[in-house]
């Protein structure tokens, strides 16, 4: 389930870029591309947040205090990619 998490996050930021590339490029594939990365992107999103829910009803405890940890998933890949970066910054200017 992990995987399909990082897939959908991958597709989802995938799907950003590829939106803004079309902005400043016009190009209709790229369009079409993000458009079909997006779906599939809330299609796992959808997926896998089904999958929670089933397992937090087997544990019978219907409400989390917890539950809002799970939006954290969609914007920890890029705070990792920053933090590493700026970590890596005093490198290029060596």
Known sequence: ???LRLLADILL???FGLLVYWYFTEDVTALF???A???ISALLFII???IKQS???RRSDP???WDWLYFIDIV???LRLLWWLFSNLWRIFD
Do not use: C, F, K
């Open 76 to 78: 920890e890949i890029p």
């Open 48 to 50: 896998t947040t089904d």
């Open 33 to 35: 591309i993000a458009i």
């Open 37 to 39: 990365s997006g779906v």
């Open 1 to 3: 389930m992990v995987l």
């Open 13 to 15: 930021y995938l799907t």
């Open 63 to 65: 409400s989390s205090i």
């Open 55 to 57: 397992r937090r009803n």
